[in-house]
């Protein structure tokens, strides 16, 4: 598993809260689900798409809903 108090560099969400987190360090790449107290320990980028993937297979997509879509749509500044 990745050191203990390693600052989390990815995490995915599904509007109510984290549901994953990915922590790394030198040698290894951890995932923790949220909720479920599931640790998972993985060699490679490789390997954590792969768990991605077929564990949360919205993940990976860009995400939706937040400010950076209200701004492109033009919506920020439109009344009504």
Do not use: Y
Request: glycine share 16%; charged share 20%; net charge positive.
């Amino acid at each position: 598993m990745s050191t203990p108090g390693a600052p989390v560099i990815w995490s995915f969400g599904s509007g109510r809260g984290r549901d994953v987190s990915v922590k790394a360090d030198k040698a290894s790449i951890g995932v923790s689900v949220e909720g479920t107290d599931q640790e998972v320990t993985l060699r490679s980028t490789s390997e954590l798409v792969a768990w991605l993937q077929s564990h949360r297979p919205g993940s990976l997509g860009d995400p939706s809903g937040g400010i950076m879509d209200t701004l492109r749509s033009g919506k920020l500044f439109k009344w009504g």
